[in-house]
């Protein structure tokens, strides 16, 4: 079939070269990256009260190892990713059973495992392995495979391990970003309506009984969502907070540095999750919305990736990732809006954090991939590319 | 391609659209929800937002300064100094080593040190926690030049309420105190909310408090969470509180306070045609003073326990029967109501039967055959016994009344007490029975029911001697450099009682100082031109025993009388005017306990109203435009 595909198109090169690869990467979208890291530069600039200590500069430091590793990720080629997606799967798995046997206790939640000098977050990686995984598993399905329920069991399975893995940390809020982002490739594979209604009502189902594992101060973020009043000083303040920022910014904000709540410190956690809070006090509905103006741009960039990829699994890891990274964007923004109760759920490149950070930049590493390798056939079974 | 892969990208084209559209949705929802907050509620958060950074710091006003009526100062606030610790700056060395060090400089107890160390665990780090409190100028200044070997340690500087003439001054400033639940309940002054804050607690100090309290300015401060202070942003001061003037004299007060010495007695001096009180002297009194830092336990107990009840203005809120110094009210009542004239002659025989009891007078012999002069002059009960019967109840009482008792004469002072004027109206309501006639012979010489303040005494002498014109004693001169208000200003009223009555009882007043016969003869005033008129009295504390009238009543030996308990002795009263020739001033007295008027009561007087008269009359005063009667002239 390669040998076919290559004698198809001109351009459908057997192998590419390093440099020939490098050449192919999307640098409109590395720019778009890098301008996302500007803007939380800036406003960690700006949470330290205009230092570059604590925050920015570490940021700067670790963009530019994303960097590297974006651009890594994008050249290796892509029936590799594909080959080892299994693998990754299962050390993701690993590092998150890590996580709850050893597990550095960070946040009231066990979230972190140490790898040395490092930190690492499993719930983080595991949204790439998981990606991968799937997009290898439909890779070669038919729709009449995906049309037999039989066929979707180990998905499933695949999906519920990490996912329940993740929750039992807690981290609900990635554990959601799992399940959903899992639940969207399936969708586009061609999983039936009428199933997502059935996994939909057999979740609600468990809801009550899921109340039960709850951690009361899940139990307690959820109860104050639903009335904000209901602890205006402790879980709800943040919150409260965060809006009286939000809308004390108004149309064109503050000011930059001049954001009177995050440096008086009525904004909690201003650095990581509330970090679109701040710019959104500092700079208004003018700077959020050209915020979300670059992530729209994004993703249109990530469907315009995925429909032009030839293969299967080019284009569900391309829609994956770029599902992954709106889902955290949503939750992150409607979080700090008051729209739905979160918390740990970083905004994608802006928020201060290390393995956010670079998995975030490895995943439109596997986006640019996608890209450089369109034309890229790739046969039903690993070996056979 | 296959027909299957074709099928395939048909449906991942329509699926990816789908999920691009409804994530395009949801972004729609995120940027609706960014307008609700940024656009529509903009201006409720941005109030929120300032509510949240924005404290409102109220500044206290200095209190008003209290003067006496030539400027001196009677209250003032002092500088107090106290060093703070501010646990943040004191990092570098630890709070135990700043205080080490600070120990080394100036006085720092274990105790002290105990609850700094509770005080900074409790406190931000950023909040000043006292050391030492009221430190002196010498302590003050060894800090300061050792401040760079102290970080975190500074001066604060803070007022107190000052008095210097301590207690001499005491019932009629008052003191200050701090804010009671009941007062801040009452009041919407956010001043009363600061935790130093005082008010005035009593006297001058509480009732003239809105006045000297001032208006507090405010200074609006940028605050973080955590309420440390990042910087001022507006500043509006507040007024100070207004001076308060008052009519006494302070010369004239603390000649008072050392002419009474030891004695439990409540003395006032007034000004008869203007009402002005010159002195008021309550002993024992207290020190203000001791109030201003808040008073310990053990000064508190030593008040309450004190028989001598110092914390009582017995001047205002003591009451005693007047005893013979109400004769005289008996005297003017029977002139003026027709029972006698200045010609009746009444015989006392030293007893009489009236309404079937037997009353003595004091003096066993009797006085003979006398008229009202010389019945004042000699204080004869029986005379006044024989003119109240004559009179009745009703227009004795009525009388008195005119002349201030029975009710508060109304001074500028918070506790004045009423006293009891009785009529028959007044045995109804509070015994529910008819009026006892024998009361009626009770009250004209003083006993029975009529209770009068000291203050109510001076008022009588002094309505007498300015011609029965209703002057009322007052004690605010000035406030803010303003005659207030609500101050009674001369002319007074007349109270409807004719010259001619008052003349004979005035020069029944002179008899009893300046005759042979007279009762305070001994205590009288010889320096020419400044003699002084009045009326002794006593009001027994007990009744007395038949063996002890026996024995001869209250003209008992000295060996006896010493053997009466202090609490058991007859209270003196005497009232005086002066000079004779045109009264000027009105003094009342009672020495608690002091049992012989003349020996007790009458030499004080002598002394405060010749002394009255050397520094006013003979124009030694200091100043002439603020003398007494001077201010009847200004507006």
């Known amino acids: 079939m390669v040998a076919l595909g290559a004698t198809l198109g001109g351009f459908n090169r057997r192998e590419m070269s390093i440099s020939q690869k490098l050449w192919q990467i999307n640098w409109g979208l590395v720019l778009l990256v890098s301008a996302l890291a500007g803007v939380g530069f800036a406003m960690l600039y700006s949470a330290a009260g205009g230092n570059f200590e604590p925050w920015a500069l570490r940021q700067i430091v670790r963009f530019g190892f994303g960097l590297v590793a974006m651009i890594a990720v994008a050249v290796i080629d ?54 991968l995984t799937l997009a290898r598993y439909f890779h070669s399905a038919s729709v009449e495979d995906t049309g037999r329920i ?23 809020g990635t554990a959601l970003m799992l399940a959903m982002g899992s639940a969207a490739i399936l969708f586009m594979v061609g999983v039936r309506w009428w199933k997502f209604a059935l996994g939909f009502v057999g979740l609600c189902a468990a809801l009550p009984v899921g109340w039960n594992f709850l951690h009361d101060y899940q139990k307690a973020r959820i109860l104050t969502f639903l009335d ?125 954090g290390g393995t956010s950070l670079i998995v975030t930049m490895m995943g439109f590493g596997l986006l640019m991939n996608v890209w450089v390798h369109r034309d890229t056939r790739i046969g039903r079974g690993v070996g056979e590319a | 391609m296959n027909q299957r892969e074709n099928q395939r990208d048909k449906l991942f084209t329509r699926r990816a659209l789908l999920l691009g559209a409804s994530e395009m949705a949801l972004v729609g929802a995120l940027v609706g929800r960014l307008y609700y907050l940024q656009v529509v509620e903009a201006s409720r958060y941005a109030t929120l937002s300032d509510e949240n950074r924005i404290n409102l710091k109220l500044l206290p006003p200095p209190r008003g300064r209290i003067f006496d009526r030539f400027g001196e100062a009677l209250a003032t606030d002092r500088l107090t100094y106290r060093a703070v610790i501010v646990a943040e700056q004191a990092r570098p060395v630890g709070i135990d080593g700043t205080l080490d060090a600070l120990g080394n400089i100036i006085e720092v107890t274990e105790a002290d040190r105990r609850r700094v160390v509770r005080d900074v665990k409790r406190k931000r780090a950023f909040v000043p926690v006292s050391v030492r409190e009221d430190l002196t100028w010498e302590d003050v200044a060894k800090v300061e030049v050792n401040s760079y070997d102290l970080p975190g340690v500074s001066i604060e500087v803070g007022h107190t309420r000052y008095y210097p003439h301590t207690e001499a001054v005491g019932h009629i400033l ?147 029967p007047p005893g013979s110094t109400f004769k005289m009210i008996t005297g003017i009542a029977a002139l003026e109501g027709g029972a006698i004239t200045p010609d009746t002659r009444i015989t006392c025989g030293g007893h009489t039967t009236i309404y079937n009891q037997v ?80 009361e009626t012979v009770n009250c004209g010489i003083g006993q029975g029911f009529i209770v009068v303040t000291p203050l109510q005494l001076a008022t009588v002498v002094s309505r007498i001697a300015n011609g029965g014109r209703a002057v009322v004693p007052h004690l605010t001169r000035r406030v803010g450099g303003k005659v207030p208000e ?71 030996s000295k060996s006896i009388e010493n053997e009466i308990p202090w609490r058991e002795r007859d209270h003196a009263l005497f009232m005086g005017f002066a000079p004779l020739s045109a009264p000027r001033f009105g003094c009342g007295i009672i020495v608690e306990h002091g049992l012989h008027p003349g020996l007790s009561a009458v030499p004080i007087v002598h002394q405060v109203l010749l002394e009255a008269q050397k520094r006013y009359l003979a124009g030694s005063a200091p100043s002439a435009q603020n003398q007494p009667g001077a201010v009847q002239k200004e507006g």
């Open chain 2, 174 to 320: 008052g003191y200050v105190g701090a804010v009671s639940e009941a007062e801040l309940k009452d009041a919407d002054d956010p001043l009363l909310e600061l935790p130093d804050f005082r008010i005035g607690k009593n006297g001058v100090e509480k009732q003239r408090d809105a006045d000297l309290r001032g208006v507090a300015g405010s200074s609006q401060v940028e605050v973080n969470a955590v309420g440390r202070v990042i910087r001022e942003l507006n500043r509006v001061e507040g007024k100070p509180g207004h001076d308060v003037e008052l009519t006494i004299d302070i010369g004239m007060q603390e000649f008072m306070r050392r002419t009474i010495g030891d004695e439990s007695a409540a003395c006032t001096l007034l000004d008869i045609h203007s009402g002005e009180i010159l002195a008021m002297v309550s002993a024992p009194a207290f020190d203000p003073n001791l109030f201003s830092l808040g008073l310990n336990a053990r000064d508190w107990e030593a008040f309450l326990s004190n028989p001598k009840t110092p914390l009582i203005n017995k001047a205002i809120a003591g009451i005693y």
């Open chain 1, 228 to 352: 904000p009043t209901r602890d205006p000083l402790g879980s709800g303040y943040h919150i409260i907070q965060s809006k009286i920022a939000l809308g004390s910014g108004a149309l064109f904000g503050k000011g930059f540095l001049q954001g009177t709540q995050s440096h008086l410190d009525f904004l909690p956690e201003k650095q990581t999750d509330f970090i679109f809070t701040m710019l959104a006090e500092e700079f208004g509905m003018v700077g959020s919305l050209t915020l979300i103006a670059l992530y729209i741009l994004l993703m249109v960039y990530g469907y315009a990736i995925a429909f032009r990829s030839t293969s299967q699994f080019g284009r569900l890891v391309a829609l994956g990732m770029v599902t992954t990274v709106f889902l955290a964007v949503f939750i992150n923004m409607a979080m700090v809006m008051g729209m739905i109760p979160a918390k740990g759920v970083p905004l994608p490149m802006v928020s201060y």
């Open chain 1, 150 to 172: 039989f066929f979707l069991v180990p998905p499933a399975l695949l999906v519920m391990l990490p996912v329940g893995l993740v929750a039992k940390q807690p981290d609900l």
């Open chain 2, 486 to 556: 609500d101050r009674p200003n001369p002319p007074f009223p007349s109270l409807g009682i004719r010259q001619a009555s008052l003349d004979i009882i005035l020069r029944g007043m002179a008899a009893v100082v300046n005759e042979v016969h007279g009762t305070a003869y001994p205590g009288r005033i010889t320096e020419p031109g400044f003699e002084m008129g009045g009326k002794t009295g006593s009001a027994q504390v007990r009744h007395l025993t038949a063996a002890e009238r026996e024995r001869g009543g209250f003209t008992l």
């Open chain 2, 359 to 438: 009353r003595h007078c004091w003096n066993r012999n009797g006085h003979g055959s006398i008229t009202v002069h010389d019945a004042v002059k000699q204080s004869c009960d029986i005379f006044f016994y024989e003119a109240a019967r004559r009179l009745g109840i009703d227009k004795l009482s009525e009388i008195a009344k005119r002349f201030g008792l029975g009710s508060k004469v109304g001074i500028d002072l918070p506790g004045e007490k009423p006293g009891i004027m009785p009529s028959r109206d007044w045995y109804l309501q509070t015994h529910g029975k008819s009026w006892p006639l024998g």
């Open chain 1, 78 to 131: 892509i029936r590799q990713w594909m080959r080892w997606a299994y693998v990754f799967y299962a050390l993701g798995i690993l590092l998150l059973i890590g996580v709850a046997v050893q597990g550095h206790v960070g946040g009231g939640a066990q979230r972190w495992l140490s790898v040395g000098p490092l930190q690492l977050q499993p719930s983080e990686v595991m949204k790439i392995a998981l990606v």
